[in-house]
């Protein structure tokens, strides 16, 4: 038997991602990305896919040089509307980030990642769609993150304080 990846229909992929989605929210990423992969193989252009996908990759994250943190970006930065690519890429820098803090990195190390992430969230608040606090709620849990850690505190006020 040869071991070749199959091909899913296009009449499949709603019900894929929401497979793939299913899989996320059982903390199981790497079934999801495996669906997601699928998907985005017979469709390139799924944005719901794409999204998932660097979701997946991000959930994944460990803090290693390892990780696929070149993927997941160019997976965001190819996101067609511009609120969701600024925040997923806020996601990503705030989840590196998160990861790295995990295996013990100092501080200041990572605090360029999270200021990278809080630019991103205030970029995307700006042109967020109506209703949606998704930005503010993420900037509020890095600036919580920032300050439970002074390490991370001293270095987002910047050397002159």
Request: negative net charge; hydrophobic residues 35%.
């Amino acid at each position: 038997m040869e071991l070749k990846l199959k091909s899913i229909s296009l009449d499949a992929i709603p019900a894929a991602v929401a497979k793939a989605e299913h899989y996320r929210n059982l903390n199981e990423p790497s079934e999801a990305e495996s669906i997601c992969r699928d998907i985005v193989a017979t469709d390139k252009t799924n944005q719901a896919a794409k999204r998932l996908l660097g979701l997946s990759l991000t959930d994944q994250f460990t803090g290693r040089d390892t990780d696929p943190y070149g993927e997941a970006e160019r997976i965001f930065a190819g996101l067609e509307d511009p609120y969701e690519r600024l925040y997923h890429i806020g996601i990503l820098r705030e989840r590196r980030a998160k990861a790295e803090l995990r295996i013990g990195r100092p501080g200041y190390m990572v605090t360029e990642l999270l200021q990278d992430a809080l630019k991103c969230f205030e970029e995307a608040e700006k042109i967020r769609p109506a209703g949606n606090d998704e930005a503010i709620l993420r900037w509020n849990h890095c600036v919580r993150l920032v300050q439970s850690r002074p390490d991370l505190e001293w270095m987002a006020r910047g050397p002159e304080s």
